[in-house]
Protein backbone atom coordinates (compact mmCIF):
# COMPACT_ATOMS: atom_id res chain seq x y z
CA UNK A 1 0.00 0.00 0.00
CA UNK A 2 1.07 3.41 -0.93
CA UNK A 3 0.13 6.79 1.14
CA UNK A 4 -2.11 7.65 -2.00
CA UNK A 5 -4.03 4.23 -1.68
CA UNK A 6 -4.61 5.18 1.81
CA UNK A 7 -5.91 8.59 0.73
CA UNK A 8 -8.30 6.82 -1.42
CA UNK A 9 -9.61 4.33 0.64
CA UNK A 10 -10.15 7.16 3.59
CA UNK A 11 -12.66 9.34 1.07
CA UNK A 12 -14.04 5.98 0.15
CA UNK A 13 -15.64 5.45 3.41
CA UNK A 14 -16.47 9.18 3.78
CA UNK A 15 -13.16 10.23 6.23
CA UNK A 16 -12.31 13.69 5.60
CA UNK A 17 -8.72 13.96 5.12
CA UNK A 18 -6.00 17.17 4.73
CA UNK A 19 -2.69 17.77 4.40
CA UNK A 20 -0.77 19.48 7.03
CA UNK A 21 3.32 20.65 7.29
CA UNK A 22 5.16 20.84 10.16
CA UNK A 23 8.80 22.30 9.06
CA UNK A 24 9.94 20.13 6.23
CA UNK A 25 7.27 17.06 7.54
CA UNK A 26 3.91 16.95 5.83
CA UNK A 27 1.17 14.87 8.08
CA UNK A 28 -2.38 13.16 6.70
CA UNK A 29 -4.64 14.44 9.22
CA UNK A 30 -8.17 12.51 9.41
CA UNK A 31 -11.31 13.70 10.68
CA UNK A 32 -13.89 13.02 13.18
CA UNK A 33 -13.03 9.36 14.26
CA UNK A 34 -15.63 8.65 16.87
CA UNK A 35 -15.52 6.47 19.51
CA UNK A 36 -17.74 4.16 21.90
CA UNK A 37 -16.72 6.58 24.49
CA UNK A 38 -19.16 9.77 22.83
CA UNK A 39 -15.60 11.46 21.92
CA UNK A 40 -14.32 12.01 18.35
CA UNK A 41 -10.39 12.46 17.49
CA UNK A 42 -8.40 14.01 14.77
CA UNK A 43 -5.24 11.22 14.15
CA UNK A 44 -2.35 12.55 11.83
CA UNK A 45 0.17 10.31 10.57
CA UNK A 46 3.41 11.48 9.17
CA UNK A 47 3.81 10.85 5.60
CA UNK A 48 6.93 9.41 4.59
CA UNK A 49 8.25 7.87 1.53
CA UNK A 50 8.75 4.15 0.53
CA UNK A 51 6.17 1.56 -1.31
CA UNK A 52 4.74 -0.41 0.51
CA UNK A 53 4.46 2.33 2.99
CA UNK A 54 5.18 2.02 6.42
CA UNK A 55 4.14 3.88 9.27
CA UNK A 56 5.88 5.30 12.18
CA UNK A 57 5.17 3.99 15.51
CA UNK A 58 2.86 7.12 16.41
CA UNK A 59 -0.32 8.31 16.00
CA UNK A 60 -1.04 12.00 16.89
CA UNK A 61 -3.74 12.92 18.39
CA UNK A 62 -6.39 15.44 18.66
CA UNK A 63 -7.77 16.22 21.66
CA UNK A 64 -5.43 14.03 24.10
CA UNK A 65 -6.13 10.85 24.12
CA UNK A 66 -4.66 10.24 27.44
CA UNK A 67 -3.41 12.04 30.20
CA UNK A 68 0.18 13.62 28.47
CA UNK A 69 2.82 11.55 29.63
CA UNK A 70 0.96 7.94 30.47
CA UNK A 71 0.60 5.01 28.25
CA UNK A 72 3.71 5.97 25.58
CA UNK A 73 2.58 9.18 24.98
CA UNK A 74 4.13 12.54 24.83
CA UNK A 75 3.67 16.10 23.27
CA UNK A 76 3.21 16.10 19.51
CA UNK A 77 5.05 18.65 16.94
CA UNK A 78 1.81 19.58 15.45
CA UNK A 79 1.32 21.75 18.29
CA UNK A 80 -0.08 21.57 21.90
CA UNK A 81 -3.31 20.37 21.43
CA UNK A 82 -2.48 17.19 19.74
CA UNK A 83 -0.49 14.16 21.49
CA UNK A 84 1.58 11.79 20.12
CA UNK A 85 0.93 8.17 20.88
CA UNK A 86 3.77 5.85 20.52
CA UNK A 87 1.55 2.68 18.78
CA UNK A 88 3.69 -0.25 16.30
CA UNK A 89 2.84 -1.47 13.60
CA UNK A 90 4.36 -4.51 12.64
CA UNK A 91 3.58 -5.14 9.31
CA UNK A 92 3.32 -3.09 5.94
CA UNK A 93 -0.51 -2.54 6.12
CA UNK A 94 -3.59 -2.54 3.72
CA UNK A 95 -5.84 0.69 3.81
CA UNK A 96 -8.30 -1.40 5.80
CA UNK A 97 -6.15 -2.69 8.49
CA UNK A 98 -4.57 0.53 9.49
CA UNK A 99 -7.75 2.54 9.61
CA UNK A 100 -8.65 -0.52 12.35
CA UNK A 101 -4.98 -0.11 13.83
CA UNK A 102 -6.63 3.82 14.29
CA UNK A 103 -10.02 2.15 15.85
CA UNK A 104 -8.22 -0.38 18.00
CA UNK A 105 -5.20 2.48 19.81
CA UNK A 106 -8.64 5.04 20.32
CA UNK A 107 -10.75 1.98 22.13
CA UNK A 108 -8.25 1.20 24.06
CA UNK A 109 -7.89 2.22 27.60
Not at 21 to 40: C, E, H, P, R
Not at 55 to 78: F, I, K, N, T, Y
Request: net charge neutral; hydrophobic share 35%; with cysteine.
Amino acid sequence: MTLDDLDKHLIAIGRSVEDKTVGTDVYTVIKGFAVSNGNTYDVAVKRTGGTPWLPEAALHVHPHRVPMGQSASQGSPLGGEWQYLSRRFERAPTAQSFVAHILTVLECP
